[in-house]
Nanobody, 126 residues
Framework: QVQLAESGGGMVQAGGSLTLSCVVS???????LGWFREPPGKERDFVAA????????PYADSVRGRFTISRDRAKNTLYLQMNRLKPEDTAVYYC????????????????????WGQGTQVTVSS
C-alpha cells in the first residue's frame, strides 16, 4: 500500500526559501513521484516530477530555475527545494505517485497519478 506524507509548508516572505518533504512508503523502483500545487480557487497544477530510480526531472515553466526536486532513497523521502519564492507560489502542495514510468510527457497530468498525500500549505507574502 502506497503512503505519502508531506511536510515543510509554512509562511515565508517573497524572495525566501522553503523545503518541502514527502515521506514515501510502498512505492516501486520505477514509480514516478510528482509535486503538484493547488492555488486558492484554482485547479491543481504540475510543479515537478522524477522517478524513484532517478533520471528525468521535468519542471513547470513557472518554477524552472527556482525549484529543485530530489529524492533520498535511504530516507524514503522526496524533496522540493523552493527558492526565490513569489506570492503566486502560494498554494497547497501535494506529492503524488504513479506506479509506471510510461512516457515523461504524461507526468504533468494529475489524472495519471494513483496516490496522493494530504498536502501542505505554502503561503508567500509580498
Amino acid at each position: 500500500q502506497v503512503q505519502l506524507a508531506e511536510s515543510g509548508g509554512g509562511m515565508v516572505q517573497a524572495g525566501g526559501s522553503l523545503t518541502l518533504s514527502c515521506v514515501v512508503s510502498g512505492i516501486g523502483r520505477d514509480s514516478v513521484l510528482g509535486w503538484f500545487r493547488e492555488p486558492p480557487g484554482k485547479e491543481r497544477d504540475f510543479v515537478a516530477a522524477t522517478t524513484w530510480s532517478g533520471g528525468s526531472t521535468p519542471y513547470a515553466d513557472s518554477v524552472r530555475g527556482r525549484f529543485t526536486i530530489s529524492r533520498d532513497r535511504a530516507k524514503n523521502t522526496l524533496y522540493l527545494q523552493m527558492n526565490r519564492l513569489k506570492p503566486e507560489d502560494t498554494a497547497v502542495y501535494y506529492c503524488a505517485e504513479r506506479r509506471n514510468r510510461s512516457i515523461v510527457g504524461v507526468w504533468a497530468r494529475p489524472g495519471v497519478y494513483g496516490c496522493w498525500g494530504q498536502g501542505t500549505q505554502v503561503t508567500v507574502s509580498s
